[in-house]
């Protein structure tokens, strides 16, 4: 019994540590050990990869959000890596070329990390920059992203990511939880280094992206080769991307599992990180914000079915077992009834079910050997 009580209570405490402990001991740890940015203006020369697949109906959007950077054109290569596109996209591209676009093609298709490790032999600039053709920047987006570069300890740094609906309105719990990721990183660029960049908007000096991996999660895989290299990656404010939450639901729920499951493949192929003795504080990190929080939906689980043994030994595991339930009820109708997500009471509990659901999918995949290297761009 005293086995089943101590797995209860810390099944709990590590699903809470994942969410909160880790961001508090975070902000006890900038009180004392805070590192600054020497950021500053500057125009290195700068390569745009935008990655596309089958983009007829985004990528002029995207070039002529592109064509509006506040960046000196002579100093910009802006490269579109298609990815074995077979619709419009390379024909509209290709209306661009007079005015400095280039038209990377991959013939066949072999995924979105692949097109990028092949444009990257290509680009001319010693600061690479990253984009999704879904994603809008702001003109001044490149310019403060570049900026960061000017200290040399910076390796990559990551856009924040901003979510909006078709009329720019709340877009619920994927908004909510956006938010949190982003304050987050802000805590993490404060203390030592953000831990993943955002895949939609991200920047690196080019000489980290010289191992990109057609089977890994170029973000992620960055990053790790930043503090291989003794530098660090950060989140910067000031550099925004704008994109949509997801039409489809239901691939919505996909997108999350691919995401994770990549994640996944680039955790457990890079174990030198667990190394506290050469790696530090990022140990730390790298435990904490990743595989914690892919732990969370296990915590979860024990916690629900250890509550439900113990539910006659005390008053207390009764009313935890009614908290737990209504929890989970509360997030059952957000799925079930979308409309009522606009319940913040309803909204928080569906996506962090969802979103937790999705990992131990990722894991089921994991543990099977499935891996994911081809992509879909997500309806937005």
């Known amino acids: 019994m005293q086995a089943l009580i101590f797995i209860l209570w810390i099944s709990i405490f590590l699903a809470f540590f994942a969410y909160f402990g880790y961001p508090l001991t975070l902000t006890f740890l900038s009180l004392f050990h805070r590192k600054k940015v020497l950021r500053t203006p500057i125009t290195p020369m700068v390569s745009l990869i935008i990655t596309a697949y089958n983009e007829e109906k985004r990528i002029r959007e995207k070039l002529e959000n592109t064509m509006k950077l506040d960046y000196p054109r002579e100093k910009l290569q802006v490269i579109i890596a298609s990815d074995g596109s077979t619709d419009k996209t390379h024909d509209i591209v290709r209306e661009y070329a007079d005015r400095g676009v280039v038209l990377f093609e991959v013939p066949d298709r072999k995924g979105k990390e692949n097109a990028q490790a092949q444009a990257v032999k290509i680009a001319s600039g010693e600061i690479v920059v990253f984009s999704d053709t879904a994603t809008r920047l702001d003109p001044k987006g490149l310019q403060e992203i570049v900026s960061n570069f000017a200290d040399s300890q910076i390796g990559c740094v990551s856009s924040e990511d901003k979510m909006i609906s078709d009329d720019g309105t709340d877009v619920g719990g994927e908004g909510f939880y956006v938010k949190y990721e982003m304050w987050l990183r802000a805590l993490e660029s404060r203390c030592n280094s953000v831990v993943g960049l955002s895949g939609s908007f991200f920047a690196a000096r080019k000489e980290v992206c010289e191992d990109f991996s057609p089977k890994m999660q170029s973000d ?106 209504l929890f989970y009820a509360s997030a059952l109708l957000g799925i079930l009834f979308p409309s009522l997500t606009k319940v913040v009471f309803i909204k928080i509990p569906a996506f962090f079910v969802v979103v937790n659901a999705s990992i131990l999918v990722a894991w089921i995949k994991f543990i099977k050997g499935e891996r994911v290297v081809l992509w879909q761009p997500s309806v937005r």
């Open 220 to 325: 992620f895989r960055t990053l790790l080769s930043s503090m291989k290299k003794g530098m660090r990656g950060l989140s910067d404010p000031n550099a925004i991307g704008y994109y949509q939450d997801i039409k489809d639901k239901s691939r919505e729920f996909q997108r999350k599992v691919r995401t994770v499951l990549r994640g996944l493949t680039v955790f457990f192929n890079h174990p030198e990180f667990l190394n506290v003795f050469k790696f530090g504080l990022f140990t730390y990190q790298y435990v904490s914000h990743k595989l914690m929080r892919w732990l969370v939906p296990v915590f979860l689980c024990s916690a629900l079915i250890t509550n439900i043994m113990l539910i006659t030994e005390a008053p207390l595991y009764f009313w935890l077992l009614i908290a737990q339930c």
